[in-house]
């Protein structure tokens, strides 16, 4: 007899981590989608949700054969959690993003896995050690998991190891590390009602909770809805304040100091932050010729103007190369052979196939062999 399908969940392991974070970023996130559809995520964002992705799906290597119960999109995890039930019972022993529900909260795993008669837990993460926040999530997941007729006999982080160099063939067991985190999470086991509770009472307000901005709107992830919880703050404010902690930038904003003419008098700023408050007060542009005049006269022609890209890959691609490591793969120079005369053009360019820096080295050196700067 086939499981039945479970109802359309409330909570998510994503969105209970929102709570967790700010109870104002998961209303948001479930009563205001308009706000979200303005948000934009930033490339940087995007790598780290795509470098995820991609450490999730090899690490299932580590445990080959399994069953992939990965819904066809988020709209899909009734029969993500029917189908995982429906494996359970006809004895698969490997199951990838297994889904369980319990109490209108969905949580889905990375790799489950039967030893002996006894369910594993893995959680995969492209960090390369544990965090807070990967407990915060694993104890919700064991949590949903216990309470949907489940157990495990152990909950595990999968995560990068970044002592790993790259010989030849991928080595999995070298690049991953595996680290129990059952006693952790056991600890965490009391408070999950009580969140769930709070977050299910909040979704039933009809008005938006009143939260003030903090350090929080970028710990442990970047909120989506930075935009429109600091539109009050000017585009030139405290928060922009070279070198200063983010605890001091708060600090002041919590005592009503967002401009720069709202700052004490005596308050403690460094040089460079001092000047940086005059010249905008002031409204000038400070240059020190007297710095920059014997800087340039100390260079010699040819000039060489030279730019160069990275990426860090978080598996590594090429031999002698770790994960997270930055590897060049492109550059640009000019180069002007006299004052005012014209740039020449020299770049390269690789390609992801076969390791670039060896490449790099050779035409970077050939075009800047010789006399100049």
Known sequence: MKPTPPGRHLLSKSTYLMGHQCLKRLWLYKKRPDLLAEAEISAAQQMVFEKGTEVGTIARDLFPGGKDASPIDSFHYPEAVQQTQEWLQSGEKIIYEAAFQSDQVMAALDI??????????????????????????????????TNAGLKPEDIFIIHINNGYTRKGKLDLQQLFKIVSVKKEVLA?????????????????????????????????????????????????????????????????YYKGVIEYHQLPDGYSLSAAQQLQVRAHLEDYVHIETNKIRPWLRQLTYPLYFMDFETFNPAVPLYDNSKPYQQIPFQFSVHVQDKAGGKLKHVE??????????????????????????
């Open 188 to 252: 965490l086991q009391q408070e999950i009602p009580g969140n769930i509770n709070e977050y299910k009472k909040l979704l039933q307000q009809t008005g938006e909770p009143k939260m003030d901005i903090g350090p929080h709107c970028s710990d442990p992830y970047a909120c989506e809805f930075t935009d429109y919880c600091w539109s009050h703050i000017p585009e030139v404010s405290v928060f922009n304040l070279s070198r200063l902690t983010g605890n001091k930038k708060f600090d002041l």
């Open 348 to 373: 390269y360019l690789g390609t992801p196939e076969q390791d670039p820096r060896p490449e790099f080295i050779k035409q970077l050196l050939e075009a800047t062999t010789g006399k100049g700067t």
């Open 112 to 145: 489950l896995v039967s030893k002996k008669g006894k369910w594993y837990a893995y959680e995969v993460k492209s960090s390369t050690e544990v965090k807070d926040y990967h407990l915060t999530d694993a104890a919700l997941q064991y949590y949903v998991m």
